[in-house]
């Protein structure tokens, strides 16, 4: 069974960095897609970025720019490192795997940001 663990939330000021981690196990493949998701109360769960096994990137269009995703060196490892934090970015972000139709979901991870 596969697993995805989070990490790296917590509180910033507006205009400062986080970088969140996404690790999963229990996949002998490497994953083809990863993402982060996020969701704010009362909001649906959205799409921040994703990345594919080519490095095909997508990204809304609210944190273009700011937010960056990336794989990490050891297999099915992404990170998103978030710049010019903003307010409304506040949310519990998930980290997201979809394999060829099988789709994997972290327990998120909260980003609040201050004012």
């Known amino acids: 069974q596969v697993q995805l663990v989070e990490s790296g939330g917590g509180l910033v000021q507006a205009g400062e960095s986080l970088t969140l981690s996404c690790a999963a196990s229990?996949?002998?493949?490497?994953?083809?897609?990863m993402g982060w998701y996020r969701q704010a109360p009362g909001q649906q769960r959205e799409l921040v970025a994703s990345?594919?096994?080519?490095?095909?990137?997508n990204y809304a269009d609210s944190v273009k720019g700011r937010f960056t995703i990336s794989r990490g060196y050891v297999k099915n490892t992404v990170y998103l490192q978030m710049n010019s934090l903003k307010p409304e970015d506040s949310a519990i972000y998930y980290c997201?795997?979809?394999?060829?139709?099988?789709?994997?979901w972290g327990k998120g991870t909260l980003v609040t940001v201050s004012s």
């Open positions: 997201n795997a979809d394999h060829y139709g099988q789709t994997y």
């Open positions: 229990g996949s002998i493949f490497i994953l083809n897609t």
């Open positions: 990345i594919t096994g080519r490095d095909s990137i």
